[in-house]
């Protein structure tokens, strides 16, 4: 196994809660510019291993190295998740302001391009001046998930993947995640409790259970296979 291509490695894992194992992997290896779907029932340990992947946790037992070392901590041992690896869920909470406000505070002045580009048209130009609160669960999956793609990480975790979309947008999404993917060779990571749309974008998948590992298989997707040069080494 060549080292150079992983840029996540674990080995035994553990997380308790109140006495209580939520997660317990003996080993899992995670390849640069690939994508991998992690699935499961509810309850699984899919979103305590996301969290642990985002540096949003730390583990009770076990080491996880992200591109060759462990993620740095401060002096209380809080985890600093590096700002390279972006982590959006789908059902986390919504903010109050307004979608165009949302993207100004995240992205500047990029945000009229990113208004030019995904709110030009249809029944999606309304949102742009829309408050937060008042969108759906899934106009609030698109916003995050153009806020994802626009962010340009070198990680992309998303939890609980389109579980709100509709065909159309998840259509739409997964074209922009796969061009993130194929031309950039960015990592993503999706999981959720649903394989059939995962599946079509991953190349592996991870079947989660008890929070235990039970099955690793290939998805509809070729792995990327090129060299990472000093300019994309993601």
Sequence with gaps: ??????IYEINNLKQVYNGRNILQIGKLQIHKGTIYGIIGPVGSGKSSLLWHLAGLEKSTEGHLIY????????WLGKINPPK????????????????SKYFSAKHGKRAE???KKYFNAGYRQFMW????????????????MIDAIESDPRVLIIDNYA???DNDMERDISRRLKNMNRNLGTTIILSGTE??????????MVFLDKGHIAKVRSGSQKRIS?????????
């Design 113 to 115: 391009t990113i208004q």
């Design 226 to 234: 090129r060299p990472y040069h000093k300019k994309s080494n993601r």
């Design 195 to 204: 394989r059939t749309r995962i599946q079509q974008l991953a190349s592996v």
């Design 1 to 6: 196994m060549n080292k150079k291509t992983l």
């Design 129 to 144: 001046n829309q408050p937060m609160s008042t969108l759906s669960n899934g106009e609030i999956s698109w916003v995050k």
């Design 67 to 74: 591109d060759k070392q462990e993620f740095k901590t401060n």
């Design 84 to 99: 390279e690896i972006k982590y959006i869920s789908m059902s986390g909470e919504r903010g109050h302001e307004h979608v």
């Design 163 to 165: 579980a709100f979309l």
